[in-house]
């Protein structure tokens, strides 16, 4: 049981540049979402998915772009890359029937934008 | 959902119960209080959570004031691994697919 994976766990790109991050869950989870986490900061929503095909934004979706065309995956996109999206990405992911409610985390993605 | 104020860091020694407060002054009566744990650059860990009963389990125990107005995370034999950011969060039901907002969170560090 693999969980939550996010791909690629580390990346550097240069201003200006595109690329997408991919959350992958196995869980059958309703809920995904996308935080952010600044060093020495806490973590900060960017975009949330309720269900397939349908996504929602949080507190900083400035920048970034989400699809959700599949129930396990939700991807996030930087079309045009800045320093300030320099940041670790986590992925997370929540059933709606678990008693918890408890968010599962994947392992996150370090970018490096220069 | 409700803010949260936490203690930016505490320390506690290694075997002793670590005592981690919450203020949530302005929770609303439908509103959990949820733990999490982030240890070092991992992704967060659900602890526990509740809503007005204090609640236990296998890694801590939640006490809730009767007015809901603050709660502390009870770790009661504290290890070097527990040594970690610890979030208190304030938000829906967990059926209801709530945003979770964390904070800056208390930086506990286990001595020994």
């Known amino acids: 049981n693999a969980g939550v994976t996010q791909t690629p766990k580390f990346r550097v790109l240069k201003t200006g540049q595109s690329m997408t991050l991919l959350c992958a869950q196995d869980m059958n989870h309703e809920y995904m979402y996308w935080y952010r986490q600044d060093p020495g900061m806490g973590l900060r929503l960017i975009h949330y998915s309720v269900g397939e095909g349908t996504t929602a934004k949080g507190e900083v979706p400035d920048g970034y772009n989400v699809s959700r065309l599949k129930k396990q995956n939700f991807l996030l996109g930087l079309e045009s890359a800045a320093p300030s999206q320099t940041s670790v990405y986590f992925c997370a992911s929540r059933g709606l029937r678990r008693i918890t409610g408890e968010l599962f985390f994947g392992e996150g993605s370090r970018l490096t934008v220069l | 959902d409700a803010k949260t104020t936490q203690p930016t860091s505490m320390d506690c020694a290694e075997g002793r119960a670590a005592n981690l407060p919450c203020n949530h002054s302005?929770?609303?009566?439908?509103?959990?209080v949820y733990w999490y744990r982030q240890i070092h650059s991992q992704g967060p860990q659900y602890i526990i959570h509740?809503?007005?009963n204090n609640e236990t389990n296998e890694m801590a125990s939640l006490i809730i004031t009767e007015d809901r107005k603050s709660s502390t995370l009870i770790l009661p034999h504290a290890t070097l691994r527990d040594t970690a950011v610890y979030y208190c969060?304030?938000?829906?039901?967990?059926?209801?697919?709530?945003?979770?907002?964390f904070g800056g969170g208390t930086r506990l560090m286990v001595k020994p």
């Open positions: 509740g809503l007005k």
């Open positions: 969060i304030v938000s829906g039901p967990p059926n209801a697919g709530n945003m979770l907002t």
């Open positions: 302005t929770i609303s009566g439908n509103e959990y």
